[in-house]
């Protein structure tokens, strides 16, 4: 088109571009599924232990990209790997290979990221002649709970009547508190020398509305009757049906087989605070410690599959401690005073006993590396 001698074009529309879309999977274990109430309660031990185990520092020797991102991925997955472990029994993860060599001993920055590999992406372990065998493709990597390896069956699988069992407690004490019918009956005085002496149908609404706006809105409630009415009590036996002990009693058999001291759980009468610090030690010396060294296997395999499939990976060391764990650092500082109070009695040994010397000496260089 032209115009006064200039040729004039019409500028296309450009359109907004479409919002890139990305999908984060999230596990869904099948048997949580068929847990109303207990799947919580799980959820919420596996959540002290995960807590705990993202404080844990895991170190390298030999510091690279890859070893950071799979230190990375599991302090940052470690809720959902303890579902994995406990529901399914075991864990298929995935690491990303670089198409070439780099040129420095640094994995190049555009590695595919570590992930699990969940439903049709990988198949189960297959139970076969006391052994497990899956077909993995490269670059995949099959952990094995301790629980799966020693029985062939997943932590939930033994908990399952005990998860079933409070399930059915929870769903019974709901029951009752949203079923228990009327708290009392309201009813004309039960005077006959008053001449129509009894509700209609519209003061009975209308009281009804009232009351369950001002005191009632669940479904307790109060029973309006129309004229004088005999009120015969039902009590339901709840203090013997004992639902809170055996409600506890099943928290407490699932605590112990996670390995979580009562001491830490509100629920029970023993958590307080002065045995909150030693039943943390405990927790970490015990349950932690033997979570993270599962961790650290899982990294340890994740390297050095890899490094079988890519040369240039050195050969590594990897380790976790509690350097940064708060609970440590009062026990700490009494070990460290123990171990210098006794360092100061081998050097009197040494300077007061010169036939001592040489093992006052070994001791000292021991406390030494300790400290």
């Not at 890859?66 to 472990?85: A, C, G, K, N, P």
């Not at 009392?184 to 369950?212: C, H, L, W």
């Not at 943390?280 to 490094?307: M, P, Q, V, W």
């Amino acid at each position: 088109m032209e115009l006064l001698g200039f040729e004039i074009k019409r500028k296309k529309k450009l359109r907004p571009a479409k919002p890139r879309r990305y999908v984060e999977p999230f596990y869904m274990p099948r048997d949580e599924r068929s847990h109303q109430f207990s799947n919580s309660e799980i959820l919420d031990a596996l959540r002290m232990i995960s807590d705990r185990l993202t404080a844990v520092r895991f170190t390298a020797k030999v510091r690279l990209i890859f070893t950071d991102q799979l230190i990375e991925f599991v302090q940052s997955h470690t809720l959902e790997l303890l579902r994995r472990l406990f529901y399914e029994g075991y864990v298929i993860i995935e690491t990303g290979a670089p198409t070439s060599p780099p040129d420095n001993d640094c994995m190049p920055a555009n590695i595919s990221p570590v992930r699990f590999v969940t439903g049709h992406e990988g198949r189960s372990p297959m139970r076969v002649s006391d052994t497990f065998t899956v077909d993995l493709p490269e670059g995949q990597t099959l952990m094995l709970s301790t629980c799966m390896q020693s029985t062939g069956h997943p932590d939930a699988y033994f908990l399952r009547d005990k998860l079933e069992f409070l399930d059915t407690i929870n769903a019974s004490d709901l029951n009752l508190i949203k079923n228990y019918g009327a708290l009392g009956i309201i009813s004309p005085e039960a005077d006959s020398s008053v001449a129509g002496n009894f509700f209609d149908d519209e003061d009975i609404k209308t009281m009804q509305e009232n009351y369950r706006r001002m005191y009632s809105p669940s479904r307790w409630s109060m029973f309006f009757a129309p004229r004088p009415t005999r009120f015969s009590a039902i009590t339901l036996p709840i203090d013997a049906l004992k639902l809170s002990e055996k409600r506890l009693y099943c928290l407490q058999a699932i605590y112990t087989a996670l390995g979580i001291p009562k001491e830490l759980s509100t629920y029970f009468e023993n958590a307080k605070y002065e045995n909150r610090n030693a039943a943390e030690l405990d927790f970490y010396n015990s349950t932690i410690r033997t979570h993270a060294g599962f961790c650290l296997k899982i990294i340890k395999k994740l390297y050095e599959s890899e490094r079988r499939r890519r040369a240039y990976l050195p050969q590594n060391e990897f380790w976790f401690d509690f350097a940064d764990i708060p609970a440590f650092a009062e026990k700490r500082r009494e070990l460290v005073a123990a171990d210098m109070e006794l360092y100061r009695f081998w050097q009197e040994v040494a300077a007061s006993s010169p036939e001592d010397s040489e093992t006052a000496r070994i001791r000292m260089k021991e406390l030494i590396e300790n400290l």
